[in-house]
C-alpha cells in the first residue's frame, strides 16, 4: 500500500502527483484498467457542466493529474468520471455499527488483486476544504474515509442499470469528506446533487448517528 500526503490547492496536488508517477515511469494512461471509449467521453460531456457548478475543484486535480502526466486531459475526465457508471467488474463492501463505548466503522475492498501494490492511502489537507484520510484503488476519488470532523463514508458498488449524469461513487465518497461534518448534512447534501453511480453509501459520524443511503 502507498501512503500520500496531498497539501496546498487542488491543482497543484494533483500536478505533483502526476508529475511524481511520471517520473517513475508510471504512466497511468497505460495501464490496463484505464479505459475510454467514446460512450464513455459522451457520457462524461453531459457530467462536466454538473462538476463545474458543484465541484469545480475536483476538475482542476484532475487537469493537474493529467498536465504532470503529459496525457489527454479529456481522456483522464472520461476515466474518472465514468467509473462506476459502467463497469462490472467493482466489487466492495462496507458497514458501520455502534455499541456503547465505540463507533466501528469497516469495509472490504475485493477488487483485482493485480492492483493489490497500488492501493493507496491518502492523507488530504488541501485549500478551503475539509481534511480526511482516505483510501482508493484508483486517485482523485475515493472509497472510504474519515474526515477532520469525524464524518465516514464509504461506497458500496452496485451493478449500473440506470446511467445518466452526474456524481459516481467515488466523487461522491470524496465530496462528503471534504465538504460535510455530519450524517444529517451528508444526507442533505446528496439530496441537492445529481447522481450518476447506483450504490449505497455508509455514513457514520462521531456522535454515533449512522446512516445507509441507496
Known amino acids: 500500500m502507498y501512503?500520500?500526503?496531498?497539501?496546498?490547492?487542488?491543482?497543484?496536488?494533483?500536478f505533483h502527483w502526476g508529475s511524481l508517477l511520471q517520473?517513475?515511469?508510471?504512466?497511468?494512461?497505460?495501464?490496463?484498467?484505464?479505459?475510454?471509449?467514446?460512450k464513455r467521453k459522451e457520457f462524461t460531456k453531459k457530467c462536466v457542466p454538473i462538476y463545474q457548478k458543484y465541484y469545480p475543484e475536483i476538475l482542476e486535480e484532475i487537469k493537474g493529474v493529467a498536465?504532470?502526466?503529459?496525457?489527454?486531459?479529456?481522456?483522464?475526465?472520461?476515466?474518472l468520471l465514468s467509473m462506476y457508471c459502467f463497469e462490472f467488474n467493482n466489487h466492495c463492501t462496507c458497514f458501520a455499527f455502534r455499541n456503547k463505548n465505540?463507533?466501528?466503522?469497516?469495509?472490504?475492498?475485493?477488487?483485482?488483486?493485480?492492483?493489490?501494490?497500488?492501493y493507496m492511502n491518502c492523507l488530504y489537507d488541501l485549500d478551503n476544504v475539509y481534511s480526511f484520510n482516505g483510501n482508493t484503488t484508483a486517485f482523485v476519488e475515493m472509497e472510504d474515509g474519515i474526515n477532520e470532523y469525524g464524518?465516514?463514508?464509504?461506497?458500496?458498488f452496485i451493478y449500473p442499470t440506470i446511467i445518466k449524469a452526474g456524481f459516481n461513487a467515488g466523487l461522491l465518497v470524496r465530496y462528503l469528506l471534504e465538504k460535510?461534518?455530519?450524517?444529517?448534512?451528508?444526507?442533505?447534501?446528496?439530496k441537492q446533487i445529481p447522481i450518476a453511480s447506483?450504490?449505497?453509501?455508509?455514513?457514520?459520524?462521531?456522535?454515533?448517528?449512522?446512516?445507509?443511503?441507496?
Open 3 to 14: 501512503h500520500c500526503r496531498f497539501k496546498g490547492s487542488h491543482y497543484d496536488c494533483g
Open 23 to 38: 517520473k517513475n515511469n508510471v504512466i497511468i494512461a497505460k495501464q490496463d484498467t484505464f479505459i475510454v471509449s467514446k
Open 67 to 79: 498536465k504532470g502526466q503529459g496525457t489527454s486531459y479529456q481522456d483522464m475526465l472520461a476515466f
Open 102 to 118: 465505540n463507533i466501528i466503522f469497516g469495509r472490504n475492498s475485493d477488487f483485482l488483486v493485480d492492483l493489490e501494490k497500488l
Open 151 to 156: 464524518l465516514s463514508v464509504g461506497l458500496t
Open 180 to 190: 460535510c461534518r455530519t450524517t444529517n448534512e451528508a444526507i442533505q447534501t446528496l
Open 198 to 214: 447506483q450504490q449505497t453509501l455508509t455514513i457514520a459520524d462521531n456522535t454515533g448517528n449512522i446512516a445507509v443511503v441507496e
